[in-house]
């Protein structure tokens, strides 16, 4: 199992997480759907590496299915979305 640290999201025209990266990782970028069984199956972790430490990414079922999500501060929002593109 490998430690993956993302640094930067993949957002489609409504700003939904699509892909996770990491500049000059092999693995990057991920597609969300792939995370998310890697993170479901226990293969790879995922992490933001903050300058305040670090958060977990974890999976949430959602009305509409299946995201990826942190919660750096202990709110619902979605900090992925604070990362920049890639």
């Known amino acids: 199992m490998a430690d993956r640290a993302v640094r930067k999201t993949g ?3 409504h700003g939904d997480i699509t ?7 092999f693995w990057s970028p991920r597609s969300k759907q792939d995370a998310i069984n890697d993170i479901e199956r226990g293969i790879h972790t ?3 590496p903050w300058t305040s430490g670090r958060t977990e990414i974890r999976v949430v079922q959602g009305s509409n299915g299946k995201y990826l999500r942190t919660d750096r501060d202990q709110t619902t929002r979605n900090n992925l979305d604070d990362l920049p593109d890639c």
């Open 11 to 13: 957002k489609n025209s």
């Open 46 to 48: 995922y992490h933001v």
């Open 19 to 25: 892909s996770l990266c990491n500049d000059g990782d």
